[in-house]
């Protein structure tokens, strides 16, 4: 069904028959659902907060898990998650670049052999500074994108040259 064709069966609805669809979709679809709690309760530095717990967990557990996954998917779910739910850019941009940092600090305390973390690491900051840029918020977070940058060249990643190619990207 099209855009259009909804908008034609939506407008030969009464209120009540919209009331009832919206109502239904709300309890079949957990996605409706949290769209609608988090439009009509926007707790957003709580969700950050436990977002950024769980990503600081990744890296440096607490409780019964001692080893590290060091699992990039968990704060890229947690960003695509925001994204869809409208949170603010700027407490988006922040978890991007916390994600890194945090990364940093695991890799400055425990030297990372796998090449895998190099270039995921490398993905999720080229990532941050597209979304940084098409939001318009890179004055925000130009200093925090550049810190990130000369801690890849302070502990000699891999690929420190392909951060400095992205860093171009901000000029």
Known sequence: MSKRDLKKYLNTLNKEQLEEQLIDLYERFNQVKTYYN???????????????AKISNEYFPTGKRKKPKMRRSVAQKFIKHFITIGV?????????????????????????KQEAFYKSMFN????????????????DFKPR???????????????????????????
């Open 38 to 52: 988090f439009v009509f309760n926007p707790k957003e530095e709580k969700l950050i907060g436990e977002c950024k």
């Open 124 to 139: 999720s900051y080229k990532q941050s500074i597209e979304f940084i840029i098409q939001n318009g918020i890179l004055n």
């Open 88 to 112: 603010d850019p700027v407490l988006i941009a922040d978890v991007m670049l916390f994600n890194l940092e945090i990364a940093q600090t695991f890799s400055s305390e425990k030297p990372i």
């Open 145 to 171: 994108l550049l810190k990130i940058y000369a801690e890849t060249q302070h502990q000699d990643w891999l690929n420190q040259y392909d951060f400095e190619m992205a860093i171009e990207m901000m000029d």
